[in-house]
């Protein structure tokens, strides 16, 4: 079965420091990664996907196919990062997207 | 605004009882997806709808039920509710783009 695994529970880092956010997947195809954030309570938001190569609020994403990783980097903090974030797989091929979720990271970054 | 609507925010009910959550879609959407998130389990895919048809079913209960709409909006029913039940549902829709999410209902069995 996939799995999704984002070892961190919570990351803290002062501004302005690079953070990384680490996920893990378990999944035998090709796999569609997401990365979501969850801005206090509010509604999950798409941040990243994996096959859009783009970089959103300055975050980057790529996909580590040997490692089967997909780690969520940004090179400098701001305080307005803090938030959840949920590294998401989908398995359900083309046209569908039932997501299988981590179980999230916490930011929080340090003025 | 993500264009996903969820009604209500915030809903407090007592254990044995049955609520309903209500969805609707992004213009042009025509999958309903519901997620449950809670400090347990995290989130987890519930169902999934399409066009007024079940597609997928995940985690859910057989005390809970939902439905799809001509109008594409979709409701989650919950019924029997136990403590556990209390969490965070979200809807999202798609299905050609990523998902969008609403902003949830909060449950809390009391």
């Known amino acids: 079965a996939q799995r999704v695994t984002q070892p961190e529970k919570l990351l803290s880092v002062f501004k302005g420091a690079p953070v990384e956010l680490k996920c893990n997947y378990s999944y035998s195809g090709s796999p569609e990664l997401f990365w979501y954030v969850q801005y206090s309570r509010q509604r999950l938001q798409l941040l990243l996907r994996h096959i859009s190569r783009e970089s959103i609020k300055g975050f980057t994403a790529d996909l580590n196919k040997g490692e089967t990783s997909f780690h969520l980097k940004k090179p400098f903090a701001q305080e307005e990062d803090s938030a959840m974030y949920y590294c998401?797989?989908?398995?359900?091929?083309?046209?569908?997207?039932?997501?299988?979720f981590g179980k999230g990271t916490k930011l929080s970054v340090i003025p | 605004d993500s264009g996903v609507t969820q009604t209500p925010k915030h809903l407090i009910t007592a254990t044995g009882q049955r609520v309903t959550l209500r969805c609707s879609p992004r213009s042009g959407d025509l999958s309903v997806y519901w997620y449950q998130q809670s400090l347990d389990q995290g989130l987890q895919f519930l169902i999934q709808y399409y066009n007024g048809e079940e597609r997928a079913k995940g985690n859910i209960l057989e005390r809970f039920s939902a439905q799809q709409f001509p109008d594409l909006h979709s409701e989650l029913n919950l019924s029997s509710l136990e403590l556990g039940d209390s969490a965070l549902y979200f809807c999202a829709s798609g299905p050609n783009s990523p998902l969008h999410f609403g902003n949830g209902t909060r449950l809390t069995v009391t």
């Open positions: 998401a797989l989908n398995d359900s091929g083309a046209g569908s997207y039932q997501l299988t």
